[in-house]
């Protein structure tokens, strides 16, 4: 397994480089200047000049890639033009919100497509088949800032029972019971198009593995098409639906940024937002950055697993 990962390492690496270029080099082409921001629209040439020294945006911009992927290594996140503060701290302010919402929206789509997507295979009714697509469809094509509004004029506005949103202010694991309540909207609201995505995955991953040889002969033998479909094809389909989990990370990245501003969840995709609106250079390139690391991080993660649960991709990787 070991050479496993190592084999998968190298790709990674030129990805976060690549990454690392691109953000530089699109947020110069932003319209907009920080140093104008910082001195005002009355600024003098001579002190917007003295600002962009000051900033290092009088250097060229391979130098300054330099300085920034330089500092990056050597683990210095730089501190904010216009935010104020470290970005280090700024990050770390947000991070765990934006992983509590995260996760929370991940296992609620997971437990939804295992819950629905073998319901709908074991049905075998044109009517549930039905139901499934149509909800699937809608997730789907919904985007999570129709969904939010939705939910909330719904469960905080006509029947309010939930929080419209924020978090809990006593924080998460002081009253699981009020936590729950905060993320319960956001959660649902980030999770349905990924688990629209995953649940169709199955599904179609499902039948595919009951129309093998192997389930005909289990079924010539008599055994219930119940145990067939949980112990012997969801097993067998599980490694696709681990890699389309992992291609859902990205939905849920972008998700964030819209689903954190509806419900006003301080996370990093309100930092990001800040960081765009103002022209914060350092902020939204660790953002982004940061939103790469861990994409490329959790898809290898998904390999990883995918090799654990099939041995057939270990041979195929040298194992």
């Known amino acids: 397994m070991l050479r ?3 084999s998968r390492l190298p790709s990674a690496l030129v990805v976060l480089v690549a990454a690392s270029i691109l953000i530089f080099s699109l947020l110069r082409l932003v319209p907009g200047d920080p140093a104008t921001t910082l001195a005002g629209p ?28 330089g500092a990056l290594v050597t683990g210095d996140l730089g501190r904010s033009y216009l935010i104020g503060g470290r970005i280090t701290d700024l990050v770390l302010a947000g991070l765990v919100n934006t992983v509590v919402l995260a996760v929370a929206a991940m296992l609620l789509a997971v437990l939804f497509a295992l819950v629905v997507g073998v319901g709908a295979v074991l049905s075998r009714s044109r009517t549930v088949d039905a139901l499934v697509t149509g909800a699937n469809t809608a997730a789907l094509a919904l985007p999570p800032f129709v969904t939010g509004v939705l939910l909330v004029l719904v469960f ?16 998460f694991a002081a009253r699981p019971d009020i936590t729950v ?15 629209a995505a995953i649940t169709r995955f199955l599904v179609e991953s499902l039948r595919t593995e009951l129309a093998q040889p192997y389930v005909l002969t289990a079924r010539a033998l008599g055994i219930p098409r119940r145990r067939i479909v949980l112990r012997q094809a ?29 419900f006003t969840w301080p996370g990093l995709g309100q930092l990001v937002e800040q960081g765009i609106s103002r022209r914060d250079y350092p902020v939204v390139q660790v953002l982004l950055l940061l939103s790469v690391a861990v994409f490329v991080l959790v898809q290898l993660l998904t390999d990883v697993a995918h090799a654990a649960l099939d041995p057939r991709i270990r041979i195929g990787g040298s194992l």
């Open 4 to 6: 496993y990962i190592a």
């Open 234 to 262: 969801l097993p067998a389909a599980l490694p696709s639906m681990v890699t389309a989990l992992g291609i859902q990370v990205g939905t849920v990245l972008g998700g964030a940024v819209l689903v954190e501003a509806i």
């Open 181 to 195: 309540q905060y993320l319960l909207l956001p959660a649902v609201c980030l999770a349905l198009p990924v688990a």
């Open 42 to 69: 009355d600024a003098s040439p001579e002190a917007l000049a003295a600002i962009r020294a000051s900033l290092g945006l009088d250097e060229p911009v391979w130098l300054q890639y330099v300085h920034w992927l």
């Open 156 to 171: 905080a506005v006509v029947w309010p029972v939930l929080p419209a949103g924020g978090v809990p202010p006593a924080g």
